[in-house]
C-alpha cells in the first residue's frame, strides 16, 4: 500500500503537563515521513509552545531510536526478549515470592498504559512493589492536599482563571522556563503589580516582578514552610483574614492561631533573610487582590521547589492555610493550586501506578475500592495485594537480601532522575534482572539486562490528564519503525507468557473503556468518558461520572464543599525544621537543583535535539560574584562540588541571580556533572518525596584535568 503524500493529527505536546495543544503534520520525503509541529488554539497555551513543543517531532528521527530488543546488549527477536523475561520473573517468583518482582513507572505514560501497569502489577505479578516518578514530582502536593481539602487535583480549577487575578503568589516555580505559555495566563496580575515569586535565585520567573510588576522574595533555601507561617501570621494579626468564609468553610481556626503566633515578623525574617516589610507587603497585596476586600482574585501556587522536601507536605499545607485564611479555595477566579510538572503527572497517579492506590484514585487499602475494581478486573479482592513501598524506600531495597531482585522500569531514567544516583547506580546492579521499556537509549535503559522499544507520542493513541485535571486526546499521526511494540502489547504478552487468565486489551480505546469502569464512584471518576466522547468534546475534567445524562465535567473543584466528610476545608498547623541536610563546616553552602528553558527532566529526550543542545549545551553552576571571587573562582572555571553523597565537577557560571550563600545546578545531565549525584535521598515522611531541591555542599576550584567532563558527553548529538 502506497503512503499518503501527507497527514496531519492534532494532539498535544509530549513534555511536560500544560500539555500545550499541537498539530503535526506529516509530509512524505525520500524513503521516509517529514514531521513537523504547530502550536494549536487551546485554553492553556492559546497556540504558543516553548522550543521543546516546536522541535517535538525531532524526537521521532532520533538516530539512536530503539528499535530492537536487547538483551545483555545484543539485538534479540521479541519472542526471545519476552521469552527471557518471562522465564527469569517465573523462576524469581517461585523461588522468592511475588513481592521479589517490582515495577517502576512514569507519569509521562498515557492514562491507558498507567492504568495497565498498575493492574499488571497487582494481578499477574501480585506484587506490592509498585511505584513511579510522580513520587518525586507531585506526592507532597497531593499529600497536603489530600489532608486539607479532601481531593489532589493539581489545579482545581482551569489555568485560564488565572487571567483575570488581580495577585499570583508562585512558590518555588519557575513557570517562564518550565512551562513558559502558561505566562500569559499572569499578564493581569503583572500589569495590577501582583506577581509575587518566592524563590532563592532570580530566576525568569521572579524577573516578572522587575518595573514594578510584583515582589520577588528571596528567602534561604529550605525556609519556605516559615515564610508561609510568617504571611499566615501577618493575615491574622492585620485582620486580613476572610473570618466569615472561615466560620462557614473550615475548620481548626482556634488552634491554627495558636501555631502561627510564634511567626511573628521578625522571627520570618531572622529565619528566612525575608525582609518584614517585603513580608507585610506581600501579605497585604494577596489580601487586597481577595474577594472579601473587593479584589478581582488571588491564587496561591506552589511548585516542586517547595515541594521537593523533608517538609514539603506541611509546606503545601501552609501555602493551603494561606489561602483558607483569605478565602480563596471554592471561588471563582481565586484558589490554591499545584503546577504539576510531568506530561501525565496527574493521571498517572489516579489509575494505579503510585503504590498505594488503586484506579479512581482510591485507596488500595479501602476494602470497598479493592471489591469494586476486583470486579472489573476479574479476580478475588483477596488475591489483591496491599500498599507496597514508596519509590525511594523501593530503589534502597533492591538487590538486598529482603527486597526485589527483578525490576520493570517504564518511562522513566532513574540513574539520571533519582536522588543519590549513584547509590541507586549499585542497586540496579544488584538485581538478578533490570528490565527496561524505552524508545530511547537512555542512561539507565544502558544498564539493563534486557531493553524494550516501544513506541513514542506520535504514535500511539491515548489519553493525557493536564495540570488543571482536562483529560485530553493523544492521537497517532505515524506508524512507529517496524519492531516497535506498545507497552500495552507488551503487558498482554507477559501476562499470557506468565500463565495469566486476566485479560489485557491492547486497543488503547478498550483500555480506556475499562479504565473507565473502574473509576467508577472514585474521587477521580471517569466513567462518564470514552474516547469518542473526547473526540467530540474536548478536554472534559474530571470526576466525570456516567449517568442518564452525559455529565459535563467538573471544571473548578469546592464550589459548593471540600472532599472532606463534612464538606469542610481542614486548617491544620505545622511548624518549620528546616533541610534535613543543613549546613555544616565542611559544607558551608546550599546547593539548589532546578530546570533550564531548553530542557526536560533527565535531559534524555532533550539532549537528543541539536537545537536544544545549541541553546543549552552543557551544565554550569550559578555562583554569586562575591562568593566567585572569595574562592578564587573565575567564569567557566571547572568547580568541584561535595556532598555527603558524592563529588561533581562542572564549569562555573557566575551571576548575581543567585544568593550569596547559594549555588544551582541544573538536573538535566548525567555523568560527573549530574546534580542527582549530590541530592539527598532523605524523604518526607508523609508524601515519601525525596528533598531534591537543597543540600549543604563544599564549592572549590577544581585543579585536576579538564578530561574529567568527557564522561558527561551530550548522548546522540555529534
Known amino acids: 500500500m502506497a503512503r499518503p503524500a501527507a497527514v496531519s493529527a492534532d494532539t498535544h505536546c509530549p513534555y511536560c503537563a500544560l500539555q500545550c495543544a499541537q498539530t503535526l503534520h506529516a509530509v512524505a520525503e525520500g524513503d521516509g515521513l517529514a514531521v513537523t509541529a504547530a502550536g494549536r488554539d487551546f485554553p492553556t497555551n492559546k497556540g504558543g509552545m516553548c522550543q521543546k513543543g516546536w522541535t517535538s517531532p525531532t524526537l521521532l528521527r532520533a538516530p539512536d531510536r530503539l528499535t530492537t530488543p536487547l538483551l545483555h546488549g545484543q539485538p534479540v527477536s521479541w519472542d526471545e526478549a519476552l521469552g527471557f523475561v518471562a522465564s527469569r520473573l517465573t523462576a524469581l517468583r517461585a523461588a522468592h515470592g511475588p513481592q521479589s518482582v517490582a515495577v517502576f513507572g512514569g507519569g509521562g505514560l498515557t492514562n491507558e498504559k498507567a492504568y495497565a501497569l498498575g493492574k499488571f502489577a497487582r494481578t499477574v505479578l501480585a506484587t506490592p512493589n509498585i511505584d513511579y516518578n510522580g513520587r518525586f514530582c507531585m506526592a507532597s502536593a497531593a499529600a497536603g492536599a489530600n489532608r486539607t481539602l479532601g481531593v489532589d487535583r493539581g489545579l482545581p480549577f482551569p489555568l485560564a482563571d488565572l487571567g483575570g487575578a488581580q495577585a499570583v503568589l508562585l512558590l518555588g516555580s519557575n513557570l517562564a522556563e518550565t512551562m513558559p505559555p502558561a505566562v500569559q495566563h499572569l499578564a493581569h496580575a503583572r500589569a495590577a503589580g501582583g506577581v509575587l515569586v518566592v524563590d532563592p535565585r532570580r530566576s525568569a520567573t521572579a524577573d516578572l516582578t522587575a518595573d514594578e510588576g510584583g515582589v520577588h522574595l528571596q528567602p534561604v533555601p529550605g525556609t519556605d514552610l516559615a515564610l508561609l507561617l510568617g504571611l499566615a501570621h501577618v493575615v491574622l494579626a492585620e485582620g486580613l483574614a476572610d473570618l466569615a468564609y472561615l466560620a462557614e468553610r473550615t475548620t481548626g481556626l482556634d488552634e491554627l492561631r495558636r501555631s502561627v503566633a510564634l511567626w511573628w515578623p521578625e522571627r520570618t525574617e531572622q529565619v528566612t533573610g525575608v525582609p518584614v516589610a517585603t513580608l507585610r507587603r506581600t501579605a497585604f497585596l494577596l489580601a487586597n487582590a481577595s474577594p472579601s476586600r473587593g479584589g478581582t482574585g488571588a491564587y496561591v501556587l506552589t511548585g516542586r521547589g517547595v515541594e521537593q522536601s523533608t517538609q514539603g507536605t506541611d509546606t503545601v499545607t501552609a501555602a493551603i492555610t494561606l489561602a483558607l485564611l483569605l478565602g480563596l479555595p471554592g471561588r471563582v477566579g481565586s484558589g490554591y493550586g499545584a503546577i504539576t510538572g510531568q506530561g501525565n503527572g496527574q493521571g498517572g497517579r489516579e489509575h494505579g501506578q503510585k503504590a498505594d492506590q488503586l484506579p479512581g484514585y482510591r485507596s488500595i487499602e479501602d476494602d470497598a475500592a479493592r471489591a469494586h475494581v476486583a ?22 531495597s533492591l538487590g538486598t537480601p529482603d527486597g526485589p531482585r527483578a525490576l520493570l522500569v517504564h518511562g522513566s531514567n532513574l540513574l539520571v532522575s533519582a536522588p543519590d544516583a549513584d547509590r541507586v547506580r549499585e542497586r540496579l546492579a544488584a538485581l538478578d534482572l533490570l528490565v527496561v521499556c524505552d524508545f530511547l537509549p537512555s542512561e539507565t535503559a544502558l544498564l539493563a539486562d534486557v531493553v524494550l522499544p516501544v513506541t513514542q507520542w506520535a504514535e500511539e493513541e491515548g489519553t493525557m490528564t493536564s495540570l488543571e485535571g482536562r483529560v485530553i486526546r493523544r492521537r497517532r499521526v505515524l506508524a512507529p519503525p517496524p519492531g516497535v511494540r506498545s507497552e500495552l502489547e507488551i503487558l498482554a504478552d507477559l501476562a499470557h507468557r506468565l500463565g495469566s487468565t486476566v485479560r489485557f486489551d491492547t486497543t488503547p480505546a478498550l483500555v480506556f473503556d475499562e479504565l473507565a469502569r473502574a473509576s467508577a464512584g472514585g474521587r477521580a471518576d471517569y466513567s462518564g468518558l470514552s474516547h469518542a466522547r473526547l473526540d467530540a468534546e474536548p478536554g472534559l475534567f474530571w470526576p466525570v461520572p456516567a449517568g442518564p445524562t452525559p455529565h459535563p465535567g467538573t471544571p473548578r473543584l469546592f464550589l459548593d464543599r471540600f472532599g472532606t466528610p463534612d464538606g469542610r476545608a481542614r486548617l491544620i498547623p505545622v511548624d518549620h525544621r528546616g533541610p534535613s541536610d543543613d549546613l555544616r563546616r565542611d559544607a558551608p553552602l546550599f546547593l539548589v537543583t532546578g530546570r533550564v528553558l531548553a530542557h526536560y527532566q ?49 564549569r562555573a557560571r557566575v551571576t548575581d541571580a543567585v544568593r550569596t550563600d547559594t549555588v544551582f545546578l541544573p538536573f538535566h545531565w548525567s555523568g560527573v556533572s549530574s546534580a542527582n549525584r549530590l541530592t539527598t535521598d532523605a524523604t518526607d515522611p508523609v508524601s515519601g518525596m525525596p528533598e531534591f531541591k537543597v543540600c549543604a555542599v563544599d564549592v572549590r576550584r577544581w585543579d585536576g584535568s579538564p578530561d574529567v567532563l568527557e564522561d558527561a558527553t551530550l548522548l546522540g548529538v555529534s
Open 602 to 650: 533527565s535531559g534524555a529526550q532533550t539532549r537528543r535535539v541539536p537545537e536544544l543542545v545549541r541553546s543549552s549545551p552543557a551544565p554550569y553552576v550559578e555562583i554569586h560574584p562575591l562568593l566567585a571571587d572569595l574562592l578564587g573562582i573565575a567564569d567557566a572555571d571547572l568547580v568541584q562540588l561535595d556532598t555527603a553523597r558524592g563529588r561533581g565537577v562542572v
Open 375 to 396: 470486579g472489573v478486573w476479574g479476580v478475588d479482592p483477596a488475591d489483591l495485594p496491599r500498599t507496597g513501598m514508596p519509590a525511594i524506600e523501593l530503589l534502597r
